[in-house]
């Protein structure tokens, strides 16, 4: 690991209680930029195999029945000096247990509290589960996703666990921190992943407000309608994409592939299919790696297509250290994602990798002032 430069966090404690992607996710945004993070997670989850370790690191681990009175106290013993509490709990779940914001409140006023939710903890659908396409689903972003006659394509990322979700609560964080820089005060956020997804909509509803039609899955002017903002096969069955919106990248592309006259037609609705018919063609009779050659030092905004591997040993991403080889718990060489905020004075880090689940327990409780005696003991009766 390189060395140590603070952080913009540093002097930050979050308590993270949330699982699976979202709230971790957010979580480890804070820790790579320098916060304490201790992870709080119940035993019984040990077994789910759901514990994503590429969110978890820069963090501790610990495991805690907030069940139990003696959890309950060592909850809110953590939470004295704290600054942050996330939870990713279904709405309701934090005020039975007793750890909710007006508990929280009470024992630490200055206290930022993050709940993510699917749907929000106001609202008609309060109480309803989901997952990642759910909130896709009911925020319309999915109808906009994959081939015009066909069901719509669910992405191969979660979108609304990390875009809706965690960036919108790391913001969220972030505001009232620096709110409470000013009145003293903590105060509760309410995330819906639901409602970041509707977030993403400001062009789709600035062309339906243009248009006044529905944007079409795959028709509309920044998907697949016109040849200048499309995707093409290439000779070996891989794929580039051609991002040339403005008139003056197009007329390039246009020029240098031999059709000069197509430049002046690039939004023209009578012939776009002859243009996408054409780019299909020409792109097809090269290779992906004869295109990357041909087209590098162009300026015609175009791409190509990476598989995961491709990105993973791609020089740009290495030499960008968003892409990074890391030791992991036992020394061994992982792969890593890096930190995409790249802050001039206080960079964001990778530290140290994800702990094993539960790892830092004994030393969190041991901070607190209990024994290993009596660690044995909670151990025993399962308060840890």
């Known amino acids: 690991m390189p060395a140590y430069k603070m ?3 540093d002097g930050i404690t979050v308590i ?7 709230g971790p996710y957010c979580s480890m945004i804070l820790a790579d930029h320098g916060a304490r993070v201790i992870s709080i997670d119940s035993r019984k989850f040990m077994a789910d195999g759901l514990f994503f370790n590429t969110a978890n690191r820069n963090k501790e681990h610990m495991t805690l ?10 909850f809110f013993q953590l939470i004295e000096k704290a600054d942050v509490i996330l939870e990713g709990f279904r709405p309701g779940v ?24 699917g749907y929000g903890q106001t609202g008609g659908f309060v109480d309803r589960v989901g997952h990642d396409v759910n909130y896709l689903s009911k925020s319309g972003t999915l109808n906009l996703i994959g081939e015009p006659d066909r069901p719509p394509s669910i992405p191969g990322i979660q979108i609304a666990d990390i875009g809706g979700g965690a960036m919108n609560a790391a913001i969220g964080i972030l505001l009232a921190l620096f709110a409470r820089e000013k009145s003293g005060k903590g105060q509760y956020i309410d995330i819906s992943m639901t409602d970041g997804m509707v977030g993403f909509l400001p062009a789709a509803i600035y062309f339906q407000q243009l248009t006044g039609q529905d944007p079409r899955r795959s028709d509309a002017m920044l998907s697949h309608r016109y040849a200048c903002y499309n995707t093409y096969e290439t000779a070996d069955g891989r794929h580039l994409s051609i991002g040339a919106v403005e008139n003056r990248f197009w007329k390039r592309l246009c020029d240098h592939l031999g059709v000069p006259e197509y430049a002046a037609l690039q ?52 030499e960008r250290e968003m892409i990074l080889e890391v030791p992991g718990a ?38 607190l002032g209990y024994s290993e005696e009596k660690i044995a003991k909670f151990a025993e009766t399962e308060v840890i």
């Open 7 to 9: 952080g913009a966090l």
């Open 16 to 22: 993270d209680l949330s699982r699976l992607l979202p």
């Open 65 to 74: 029945n907030l069940k139990t009175r003696e959890g309950k106290k060592i």
């Open 94 to 117: 934090v005020k039975r247990l007793g750890v909710d914001y007006e508990s929280v409140r009470k024992a630490n006023p200055k206290m930022v509290y993050c709940s993510i939710s």
């Open 267 to 318: 939004y023209d609705d009578a012939r776009r299919r002859e243009i996408i018919e054409f780019m299909r063609a020409t792109f097809k009779k090269k290779t992906l790696a004869e295109w990357d050659q041909e087209l590098a030092h162009l300026e015609i905004c175009w791409g190509r297509i990476q598989t995961l591997s491709e990105v993973i040993a791609d020089p740009l991403f290495r």
């Open 330 to 367: 036992s020394g061994e060489k992982q792969t890593a994602i890096g930190v995409p905020v790249k802050l001039s004075d206080t960079p964001g880090s990778v530290r140290s990798a994800a702990v094993d689940f539960g790892a830092s327990t004994s030393a969190i409780l041991k901070e």
